[in-house]
């Protein structure tokens, strides 16, 4: 006797293609009922025998689509129905949002085929997207993921992609981001002055443009990005000027994996990261290079290239016109927020592009492209930024019923909300001492509420009182009359791995290293350099690289010359002399003496090393004095290498004596590679010095010094299989994971 089921699956499964794979597997088993989405995810009633729905039931759970992430399933029989047949029905939202949302996806192998063949009728339609691939989150208004919600709801579906989307045996079948030629989204190119070129097909004429040697702003579907040819210099610098990026790496999209892989040496997982639906930035050595890239333009003094491959139809189409590498970076100023609109484009960008290329689909959720990097002994995977295709789901479980808010921190700021079952991470935002930056900040954490129709019980923000993130934090828990928590910077680090790891259950005792640029310590002085213990509940520092004089407060992160002037002694006088002038000198000698703000920083202490060696003394962007460093290596032997630190005292790391013996090492002529190999190898030891003196075998590393490869390398080598070692692998161990960390903290920590 025949029996209603009624099945629920929760997770990642709305706008990748489930209620047609459910409808196809239906028919395929006979059964009879309806498919739907809701507020919590995908909804099923069946009729059908026990053993047959409970068949069904388990295939649909064992392979699911592809591009989904089923997080939970159950069911049960319910009261009986009666159905005519199988069918999709329109979704109904009977409560708030509970549901992963539904991140973009890169163009799938199918629909580029379809828009680079002439017999198809999708040839050269650059917003061919299908139930695998396309823009999700970027054009995402609100939930269920129906065509209303999004902003394709005013592009009327002509008849035959009505027919594509009514036809159960069609990859589009339920595709709610169909669309073509005929009833879809228009190019449109245009002079930086604002002309129109009338072409017939745009994408070729941008083609021509960038080989001629013009800068195009391209509305991608996810935010412009700014393109020249990548092998011409000329256009390089004139883009780096006009942009205001003197000497930060541009990306480079590829045409194919075919020439990238000619061009260099591509390992197999990074090939792998490279063609995943996320199709991220992924940085790769340079090493063997065989094309004609205008490199040192590209990334001046760096051995290593940002490389991408096309992810959007936009991108694919140029890409085939093109056949050659070109810059594809953030169409933005540098420090600005991505842009997503076109009459703010037109305005930011006029002086940048010489010409634009626009379409007239709206971006509701701008994004930068994603960027990841892979160790170059072990393939230890590190984010260095986390946006297009990984945001804004994040998997983990946290019992709460309390709504929480993390601000995160200020400088690569994001935003987490728990409004939910779900946890969501917002892509990464930017920099917040600039005004737009924070306006979209301010933006998202708006975005958020409205999207899930909650406002946060609990809000959390770092512990710094300058911090434009704590700022907004004390002023929405003020609006909202809610409670505030403030999460001290380098804890919310450690507990971004432990919550990464779900260690907060773990008997034993786990140390944290955590080493960063700057954050405000529990001490009233700038740590940077810190490591932590944590056991049942309880979270305490137990050491710190001892400390030195803070100089000009946040002047010294952007002036490497100024950390090596605090970590100076009267020996230095002579490089001291070279790189300050006399008035300079008399002005930083009176406020060392007189500093009483002090710091632990190993960020500095990277900044320090570097204009030490003549490598940089102004950095023209966050963190590019410990880059250039870590590009001096080109290989090492650790049997060959020597500390700089001869002891560690009552958990403090000799930070002066360690810079002191790389001096020496300096004026005896030692090579700048050498020299700086030993104090990579220096800063894994002393990780593995502190984790034996205070017998801790579990160590969780985080904070952005944790983004240099070569030391999470040496680190992994030097522990073998003493230690178990932990980095952040779905976060960036960069201040990126700080709203994620104070949500652990909060969460679990009892101090």
């Not at 068949?55 to 699911?64: C, D």
């Not at 195009?216 to 996810?222: E, F, G």
């Not at 946040?554 to 970590?567: G, H, T, V």
């Not at 049997?639 to 002891?647: A, G, L, W």
Request: charged share 25%; hydrophobic share 35%.
């Amino acid at each position: 006797m025949p029996k209603t089921y009624k099945i629920l699956v929760t997770g990642r499964v709305q706008g990748v293609g489930f209620r047609p794979h459910v409808f196809n597997l239906a028919n395929t088993f006979q059964l009879k009922g309806t498919v739907s989405n809701n507020e919590k995810g995908v909804i099923i009633h069946l009729n059908g025998d026990e053993d047959v729905v409970h068949s069904f039931y388990r295939i649909l759970i064992e392979h699911p689509p592809k591009a989904s992430k089923i997080r939970e399933h159950q069911i049960y029989e319910t009261k009986p129905q009666h159905f005519d047949g199988f069918s999709i029905v329109p979704s109904k939202k009977s409560g708030k949002l509970n549901l992963q949302l539904t991140p973009d996806f890169a163009i799938c192998d199918d629909c580029k085929d379809e828009i680079t063949h002439k017999n198809n009728r999708r040839y050269h339609y650059p917003f061919t997207t299908c139930v695998n691939c396309g823009p999700r989150w970027a054009i995402t208004n609100s939930f269920p993921f129906e065509r209303d919600n999004t902003n394709l709801d005013v592009f009327d579906m002509c008849d035959t992609c009505t027919n594509e989307y009514e036809d159960p045996s069609d990859r589009r079948f339920h595709s709610q981001t169909n669309t073509c030629s005929n009833c879809g989204i228009a190019l449109k190119l245009s002079t930086a002055n604002g002309n129109i070129v009338s072409v017939e097909y745009p994408i070729e004429k941008t083609a021509n443009l960038i080989k001629e040697g013009n800068i195009i702003a391209i509305k991608n579907t996810s935010g412009y990005l700014l393109c020249c040819d990548a092998s011409n210099a000329e256009v390089i610098n004139k883009l780096r000027e006009r942009k205001n990026r003197p000497t930060k790496p541009f990306a480079i999209l590829y045409p194919s994996l075919k020439l990238l892989k000619q061009q260099l040496k591509l390992s197999e997982v990074q090939e792998k990261t490279l063609t995943s639906p996320e199709s991220p930035i992924v940085i790769i050595p340079k090493t063997d290079f065989t094309g004609n890239l205008a490199l040192n333009e590209l990334a001046p003094k760096l051995n290593q290239l940002g490389v991408m491959l096309p992810y959007s139809g936009i991108l694919h189409l140029l890409a085939t016109e093109l056949k050659v590498p070109i810059v594809a970076t953030s169409g933005n100023i540098h420090a600005s927020p991505i842009i997503n609109d076109e009459t703010i484009a037109h305005r930011e960008l006029r002086e940048v592009a010489d010409y634009f290329l626009d379409h007239d689909l709206k971006i509701t959720n701008p994004q930068d492209d994603s960027v990841v990097k892979f160790s170059p002994r072990n393939n230890e995977k590190i984010i260095f930024r986390r946006s297009r295709g990984l945001s804004p789901n994040f998997d983990v479980d946290i019992p709460t019923d309390k709504k929480i808010m993390a601000m995160g921190g200020h400088l690569k700021s994001t935003i987490a909300f728990l409004p939910n079952d779900y946890l969501y991470i917002s892509q990464y935002l930017g920099n917040l001492d600039h005004f737009d930056v924070f306006e979209r900040y301010v933006q998202t954490s708006e975005r958020f509420m409205k999207l899930f129709e909650e406002t946060p019980e609990i809000v959390l923000v770092d512990k710094h009182p300058g911090y434009n993130s704590t700022r907004h934090g004390i002023e929405l828990a003020n609006s909202l009359k809610v409670d505030l928590h403030q999460v001290q910077h380098h804890k919310a680090h450690f507990a971004s791995v432990l919550g990464e790891y779900s260690l907060f259950n773990t008997e034993s005792a786990i140390m944290g290293a955590v080493w960063d640029g700057t954050g405000y310590g529990d001490d009233n002085q700038i740590w940077g350099g810190e490591f932590f213990c944590y056991q049942k509940g309880e979270m305490k520092r137990i050491g710190h690289f001892d400390y030195y004089d803070w100089l000009a407060g946040d002047k010294m992160a952007k002036e490497p010359r100024i950390s090596f002037y605090s970590l100076s002694n009267t020996t230095m006088q002579p490089e001291i002399d070279q790189k300050f002038s006399k008035q300079e000198i008399s002005v930083y000698d009176h406020v060392k003496k007189n500093e009483s703000l002090k710091t632990s920083s190993v960020g500095r202490l990277f900044d320090a090393v570097a204009s030490l060696l003549d490598l940089c003394d102004f950095n023209t962007y966050e963190g590019e004095a410990a880059i250039l460093l870590e590009n001096q290596i080109v290989s090492y032997q650790l049997e060959d290498c020597n500390s700089y630190v001869s002891k560690i005292v009552d958990g403090v790391v000799p930070t002066k004596e360690l810079f002191n013996n790389l001096y020496l090492d300096f004026k005896t002529g030692k090579k700048k590679e050498e020299i700086i190999v030993n104090f990579l190898y220096t800063l894994a030891m002393v990780i593995i010095k502190m984790a034996e003196h205070f017998n801790i075998h579990k160590i969780a590393m985080s904070g952005g010094v944790f983004q240099n490869t070569v030391l999470v390398d040496m680190i992994k080598e030097i522990s073998r299989d003493n230690y178990k070692l932990y980095f952040n692998r779905n976060l960036s161990p960069n201040d990126e994971n700080i709203s994620f960390g104070q949500l652990m903290y909060h969460q679990h920590i009892k101090n």
